[in-house]
T-cell receptor
Framework: GAVVSQHPSRVICKSGTSVKIECRSLDFQATTMFWYRQFPKQSLMLMATSNEGSKATYEQGVEKDKFLINHASLTLSTLTVTSAHPEDSSFYICSARDQSVRGGSFGYTFGSGTRLTVV | RKEVEQDPGPFNVPEGATVAFNCTYS??????FFWYRQDCRKEPKLLMSVYSSGNEDGRFTAQLNRASQYISLLIRDSKLSDSATYLC???????FGAGTRLTVKP
């Protein structure tokens, strides 16, 4: 089935630095990518939706200048957390839509997530 | 009111029990409904879609009540391995409910 490869799985960075998270769709074209954040014991919160070749649409309260999303190709989307601070420590996960899939499988595949710790 | 609401639980049930979760949604025009399962520190995985007429997959039954705007998930004969957080998704904009945590105990 469709696979989304997300890297890195875990990253620790110093406060003030930037971190890039990559999501690659393997064997399918990801026309739409969703980016989520999940704090411990809380729900998945949608941060932004990106369509290939277009600017991402950010959810209310998500700073677009802090969370830079690039979806320049059909197989790669990146999320860059700029000037990270300890409060940005969270589980970040992407989900890609496989346009070729129809029916019950829904066509959305998740990456395995990135656990970011900012110290 | 949130677009999608779930009882966060936790639900603690013994093995073999039947347990049901609900998920209410605010947008009456919603068309697509899904249940996902998320294990601790892992990505969500699709459990089942929810069809208008209701659908069953082994021990799992999903139902849609459009009049009251909620979907439900019923798990029969609970197994230890069913312990997880169950998330509902309404519509293709992929917004998740807060999730309901289930713990099945021996």
């Amino acid at each position: 089935g469709a696979v989304v490869s997300q890297h890195p799985s875990r990253v620790i960075c110093k406060s003030g630095t930037s971190v890039k998270i990559e999501c690659r769709s393997l064997d399918f074209q990801a026309t739409t990518m969703f980016w989520y954040r999940q704090f411990p014991k809380q729900s998945l919160m949608l941060m932004a939706t990106s369509n290939e070749g277009s600017k991402a649409t950010y959810e209310q309260g998500v700073e677009k200048d802090k969370f830079l999303i690039n979806h320049a190709s059909l197989t790669l989307s990146t999320l860059t957390v700029t000037s990270a601070h300890p409060e940005d420590s969270s589980f970040y996960i992407c989900s890609a839509r496989d346009q070729s899939v129809r029916g019950g499988s829904f066509g959305y595949t998740f990456g395995s997530g990135t656990r970011l710790t900012v110290v | 009111r949130k677009e999608v609401e779930q009882d966060p639980g936790p639900f603690n049930v013994p093995e073999g029990a039947t347990v049901a979760f609900n998920c209410t949604y605010s947008n009456s025009a919603s068309q697509s409904f899904f249940w996902y399962r998320q294990d601790c520190r892992k990505e969500p995985k699709l459990l089942m879609s929810v069809y208008s007429s209701g659908n069953e997959d082994g021990r799992f039954t999903a139902q849609l009540n459009r009049a009251s705007q909620y979907i439900s998930l019923l798990i029969r004969d609970s197994k230890l391995s069913d312990s997880a957080t169950y998330l509902c998704v309404v519509n293709h904009d992929m917004r998740f409910g807060a999730g309901t945590r289930l713990t099945v105990k021996p």
